[in-house]
């Protein structure tokens, strides 16, 4: 909390003690503050329909109580009742001192806070299926996890990625009857996932067959889950191909787990898991499957075992959360998965509420839309998938030719395309609200004037050319009561909120909202670069318009890399 913040907060606390008595801490106060939609209205706006909800009066009397009861201070000049809303006008001059100052210390720290601190969340993203391909899905996910994470973690919170791999169900057994059908002939031989893909392409294939074959996989299965060494080497042999690739990508993403423990990995807690549910009394037998019904909460039954035994997706993810709730003690679990499998997080979720964990409260599914490919070729390539692999490759290969044009003497240009091509697949599918479907377009997502990645890069790697080309190391002690241009004022209003910025996009889950938020930071800052010159033959207002533009920088930085894109010094 800045100390224009503890300004208002300790103002309107005190003036609202002492008018209607009652109990406001400064935390709770300082989170109400907004910033009103034109700066006519004021530069802070203070809503007072909580208190007028504690209060018992309309929220507009409490506002223009309030009003009345205004001093300016040293940070506040004036104070206007508007509505129900509260609106304060702050002295620019010790305002932009207060926050250059304040970014210039905390610099890779600004932006940061303690609130989660003690606290763990565990976040589960990405979570491919072994053998397949990883989806543009899973990419979205790890994404929009990798995030979530970095706000939590920006936060204080202790946080706990997992990638909970599809790597156990009823598929492996059709694997391994098709390995040990085909796995020896040349088309079938699995070194890859496109083989493995084959494989269990072949086993639909094969509709002669189609019963036993079936009876087959489903006793593979079995034998999988009773810990058989055969099945659990060809099983081991199809997850290490698999991981192989996702790891590949992952890389050129730049994302890491902490845990890869996959749905195999509670195979040993099921029983446990099946049986604690069996006592509670809410096992049921339907067609000799044992289920949870959820006819009350008008939803299909929760499968926890089929027939003939094995285990479900759902039963795994009742296991694994009572496991990680156990083992990390999260104050909140999110799960970073396709809006497609609502139904799914809603009947385990009440699964876990009937079981009795008051926990699951604590439970998020954090859904998401689609990737659309507005490109053709892009969409029925290799039946209906986009190797995500070629994808990446495509963008950086895209980049890199950008690049070659408009600055052919860059030096690092590999690195530096990497970077560009990589950082705008991540920033387009981060930018708009998670639950809508990101339509996906070269021409618009590396388009270098456009509210893409590029842009916000280059928006930096140019202030950092002026920094540089000012010479001098950016100086804290600069005179920033020389900063007296609408501008100015304007962006450090707007760095100074990057920390509320991040504090809303990890209580939303919502990346874009930290995404928008630096390109308003880069429209302020492009608005000011247009219509001031940096540096000029005035040496103390240079110093300070360094400051200022450092200032700039360091927020874009640091919030590029919570967002998780890497950004060149110099494009
Ligand atoms: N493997 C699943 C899929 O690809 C996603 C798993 C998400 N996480 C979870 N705990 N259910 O659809």
Redesign the pocket.
């Known amino acids: 909390m800045n100390d224009f913040v503890k300004n208002i907060t300790g103002f309107v606390i005190e003036s609202v003690k002492s008018e209607f008595q009652t109990e406001l801490s400064t935390d709770e106060v300082a989170g109400l503050l907004e910033v009103p939609p034109d700066s006519k209205m004021g530069d802070y706006a203070m809503p007072c329909f909580v208190f007028a909800k504690q209060l018992k009066k309309s929220p507009k009397i409490i506002s223009e109580t309030l009003a009345g009861k205004f001093q300016p201070t040293e940070y506040i000049k004036d104070v206007v009742s508007q509505g129900p809303y509260l609106n304060f006008f702050v002295l620019p001059g010790k305002f932009i001192e207060t926050v250059l100052n304040e970014v210039m210390q905390k610099g890779a720290n600004f932006g940061k806070s303690e609130t989660g601190k003690g606290k763990t969340v565990v976040i589960?993203y990405s979570?491919?299926?072994i053998a397949k391909h990883l989806?543009v899905h899973?990419m979205r996910?790890a994404l929009i996890g990798n995030a979530i994470y970095n706000l939590h973690a920006a936060l204080g919170y202790k946080c706990v990625g997992i990638n909970?791999?599809?790597d156990w169900g009823t598929q492996f057994g059709k694997l391994i009857v098709a390995y040990k059908k085909w796995g020896e002939d040349e088309e079938h031989t699995p070194n890859d996932i496109a083989t493995l893909n084959k494989l269990y392409v072949r086993f639909h294939k094969d509709e002669e067959n189609a019963a036993s074959m079936e009876d087959e996989a489903r006793e593979w299965f079995k034998k999988l889950e009773n810990g058989d060494e055969e099945a659990a080497r060809l099983w081991k042999l199809f997850k290490d191909i698999s991981m192989n690739e996702f790891e590949k990508i992952y890389k050129m993403l730049d994302l890491k787990f902490d845990y890869y423990t996959g749905e195999s990995f509670y195979n040993d807690m099921l029983d446990d898991t099946v049986e604690k549910i069996k006592k509670t009394g809410l096992l049921e037998l339907s067609d000799n499957a044992q289920v949870i019904n959820l006819d009350k909460y008008d939803m299909p039954p929760c499968l926890l075992r089929k027939k003939d035994d094995a285990s479900l997706?759902a039963t795994r993810?009742i296991c694994?959360a009572e496991y990680r709730k156990k083992e990390f003690n999260f104050t909140k679990m999110i799960?970073v998965?396709?809006s497609e499998?609502k139904l799914?997080f809603r009947q385990f979720f009440k699964a876990l509420e009937l079981m009795g964990n008051d926990w699951v409260k604590d439970c998020h599914h954090v859904d998401f839309g689609l990737v659309k490919f507005k490109d053709e070729k892009m969409s029925t390539r290799q039946g209906k998938v986009v190797l995500l692999e070629d994808l990446l490759n495509e963008s950086i290969r895209r980049a890199g030719k950008i690049i070659e044009e408009k600055n052919p003497n860059l030096e690092s240009k590999d690195e530096i395309a990497d970077f560009v091509g990589i950082g705008a697949i991540i920033f387009s599918d981060l930018k708009n609200r998670r639950i809508k479907d990101v339509n996906f377009a070269w021409e618009d997502i590396l388009n270098f004037d456009g509210e893409t990645g590029p842009y916000v890069q280059y928006t930096r790697a140019r202030l950092n050319s002026v920094i540089e080309k000012h010479g001098n190391k950016p100086n804290p002690n600069a005179d920033f009561s020389l900063l007296k241009e609408d501008e100015e004022f304007i962006l450090a209003k707007t760095l100074e909120q990057f920390p509320v910025a991040i504090k809303r996009a990890a209580e939303s889950f919502e990346p874009s909202i930290l995404i928008n938020y630096l390109l308003d930071v880069c429209s302020a800052q492009n608005r000011y670069y247009n219509n001031h010159r940096i540096i000029s033959d005035d040496a103390q207002l240079t110093e300070a318009r360094i400051a200022l533009i450092n200032c700039s920088r360091q927020v874009i930085g640091n919030g590029l890399l919570i967002a998780g894109i890497k950004t060149p010094e110099r494009m």
Do not use: E, I, K
């Open positions: 589960d979570s491919p299926n989806a899973h996910s909970h791999l599809g997706y993810d694994a799960y998965v396709g499998q799914h």
